[in-house]
């Protein structure tokens, strides 16, 4: 009979058995040395990219190349000033680095409070995840990062070019 009415039938296969093994799996939680290891090497690449910018100064001229877009361009992208303001705030000099470039301190303490919270969440054994930002706030922070770039290539935005 279930020949003739043309369906065909899958053989249903128990494969609960495989992945038991694998860490992470079915409940299984992962070692700690494998939740800790992305938001320590994250950590570890913004502490050592800090420790470069401390000890090779940035306003020596030359020391990291060109900015590619003042190279082309002639005007200053928002992240020009930014290595500038991390080597000033490493050195305490929170002004200066405010100088440089004002969105470098705010988008560090925002990187910084992203990895803590990542190693929080791994510590209680969950997953990372991104911050979970309204359409509102993330056109309203483009448009402010559009809006410093265009400020600080005008005449009235003098305040605003790298240090």
Same mark, same amino acid.
């Given at each position: 009979? #279930? ?18 093994? &694998? ?18 090497? #994250? #950590? ?11 000890? $090779? ?11 590619? %877009?003042?190279? &082309? ?20 000099? &929170? ?25 929080? $969440? ?9 911050? $979970?930002?309204?359409? %509102?706030? %993330? ?6 990062? &559009?809006?410093?770039? %265009? ?13």
């Amino acid at each position: 009979m #279930a020949a003739s009415s043309g369906r065909r039938y899958r053989k249903r296969v128990d494969n609960a058995h495989v992945a038991t093994g &694998i860490s992470g799996a079915a409940g299984t939680p992962a070692p700690p040395w494998r939740r800790f290891a992305p938001p320590l090497i #994250a #950590a570890g690449l913004g502490i050592g990219t800090l420790a470069l910018l401390h000890f $090779r100064d940035p306003h020596v001229e030359g020391s990291y190349g060109l900015c590619p %877009v003042y190279a &082309i361009f002639g005007v200053y992208c928002p992240g020009c000033g930014g290595m500038r303001a991390m080597h000033n705030l490493t050195d305490g000099r &929170i002004i200066d680095s405010l100088h440089s470039n004002l969105l470098a301190l705010p988008l560090t303490l925002a990187f910084a409070a992203f990895v803590v919270d990542w190693f929080l $969440r791994a510590r209680r054994g969950q997953g990372w995840r991104l911050p $979970r930002l309204s359409p %509102v706030t %993330v056109w309203t922070f483009f448009g402010l990062l &559009i809006g410093y770039s %265009v400020l600080r290539n005008t005449p009235w935005g003098t305040w605003l070019t790298p240090v």
